[in-house]
């Protein structure tokens, strides 16, 4: 009865309604990265999570805020004194108000990555239960801070106190992420940033939470959690000190256990990255429908680029998080293909597939990702054209930037047709070890002089 009420009359409802209303109109009203390659929010149920869990940034300074305008209750109503005379113990007031206050803060949490899964689904996404670790510690964070809001807004009953933790709260959620994200700021790793809920953008859409970032965030949570609660039922100055310890203690089992780089923040989704493979021919399990499109024409183009030295045998998925600050990965008997960052291929025909494979003879551009110039496109291009016979526009960039920039590579390519068959082949050789060794230009190397 007592909790019905709470429900009703307390803020719960409208700290779950800010929540998710704030947390549509971010993800539906703006562009934001959580729509683009290579991680859209729609392409799996565990990046739907991943990035829920970075606009914690921006959620949890409400949750905060809210649980410390509704720790005020007491005091603003003027029952302190009342309530410290009745025989009932202030934790049994505590957790009914706590867990109102908590479970439609929850509760809001859950229904945005509901709309998620629905978004996941509707856009034929891949559907796992690789995501429940991530909502998992995302629920805890939102159950931990509104119950150190509450705890706030008890200690410190002030008109002030709400808007300052939860400016406090924004202040530190994206110091913390800044943090985590290599790309913001040029800030150093710390730790101390996974205390904050908020996590770096995914990588791609097949990453998830690494499990020491998952074991670390739930003890210090559950430490916050714990703390939060005890000092909202504290009757006294001393009980009030010891709450303190679950937050102390969570924070030392916590840290240590947490990477010890950025490197370590993200991982392979165990399901959505688990190779499926026809022979040589490898996708992940989240793209196993490409795997019947691209078997015949990789294969033929493993064909083709057996006559080369050293030439690859395997047809491989990149599966890796992407960065736009370094190059993909290469192995010279490997064939990589990014279905993440770039999507075209997820449509591509049998033909764009095999210009796919035979691009860069073989090997990934050596720039960084979205940023490829003119002479890598041409080199790459021209490479492939070597084995087809055609000059074609690889499917990774459109047609239209291609249309802009033909005319100093089809040049070029006119220049490479007219040279021996030896000259051509030794020139091609040459582009796979720029290409694998990222030294040198890979038109030049085909073509002195191309662009001259």
């Known amino acids: 009865m007592i909790f019905r009420i709470e429900l009703r009359r307390s803020i719960a409802p409208w700290a779950g309604l800010a929540l998710v209303v704030v947390a549509l109109g971010f993800l539906f009203l703006l562009s934001g990265p959580w729509w683009k390659v290579p991680a859209p929010w729609t392409a799996n149920t565990t990046t739907t999570a991943l990035w829920l869990r970075f606009l ?3 959620l949890w300074p409400i949750v905060v805020g809210a649980g410390a305008i509704q720790g005020m209750r007491d005091s603003r ?22 867990g109102a206050v908590g479970l439609l803060s929850a509760l809001g949490f859950l229904l945005v990555f509901g709309v998620g ?18 909502v998992f510690v995302g629920l805890l964070a939102i159950v931990a801070g509104s119950w150190a809001g509450l705890a706030a807004g008890r200690l410190l009953p002030h008109p002030l106190t709400a808007p300052a933790v ?24 710390s730790r101390f940033a996974l205390l ?4 770096g953008q995914p990588e791609g859409s097949l990453v998830t939470t690494a499990a020491s970032v998952d074991l670390g965030q739930v003890v210090w949570f559950a430490g916050l959690a714990v703390t939060g609660f005890l000092v909202l039922a504290a009757d006294s100055v001393r009980a009030r000190l010891l709450g303190l310890l679950p937050l102390v203690a969570g924070a030392a089992i916590a840290l240590p256990v947490f990477p010890a780089s950025a490197d370590g923040l993200l991982a392979l989704d165990p399901v959505a990255a688990e190779k499926v493979c026809d022979g040589p021919i490898c996708v992940s399990r989240a793209h196993e429908d490409r795997l019947a499109a691209l078997a015949g024409p990789g294969r033929e183009a493993l064909a083709l ?44 025909d049998a033909r764009d597939l095999r210009q796919a494979v035979l691009s860069g003879a073989g090997l990934p551009s050596c720039e960084r990702p979205s940023a490829a110039s003119l002479s890598d496109l041409g080199g790459r291009m021209i490479a492939a054209a070597y084995f ?24 070029a390519w006119a220049k490479f047709r007219a040279l021996p068959p030896e000259v051509q082949f030794a020139r091609v ?22 662009l001259e």
């Open 56 to 58: 914690l940034e921006f």
């Open 77 to 98: 109503s003027g029952m302190v004194e009342l309530l410290a005379t009745t025989s009932r113990p202030g934790r049994q007031r505590a957790i009914r108000l706590a």
């Open 117 to 134: 899964l629905v978004e996941v689904l509707g856009h034929g996404g891949f559907v796992s239960a690789s995501f429940v670790p991530v």
């Open 166 to 189: 939860a400016v406090l709260a924004l202040a530190v959620s994206i110091l913390a992420w800044t943090s985590l994200e290599a790309a913001v700021l040029e800030m150093p790793y």
């Open 196 to 199: 904050a809920p908020p996590i």
């Open 305 to 348: 680029l057996a006559k080369l030295p050293g030439a690859p045998t395997r047809i491989e998925e990149q599966l890796a998080p992407n960065t736009f600050s370094v190059p993909p990965a290469r192995d010279p008997g490997v064939v990589y293909l990014d279905f993440q960052r770039h999507t075209p291929l997820l449509t591509a």
């Open 388 to 411: 087809t016979g055609e000059l074609r526009s690889l499917p990774e960039y459109t047609r239209t930037w291609y249309g802009r920039n033909s005319e100093p590579v089809e040049r």
């Open 429 to 450: 050789v040459a582009l796979r070890q720029v290409l694998l060794t990222c030294q040198g230009d890979p038109l030049e190397t085909l073509v002195p002089g191309a």
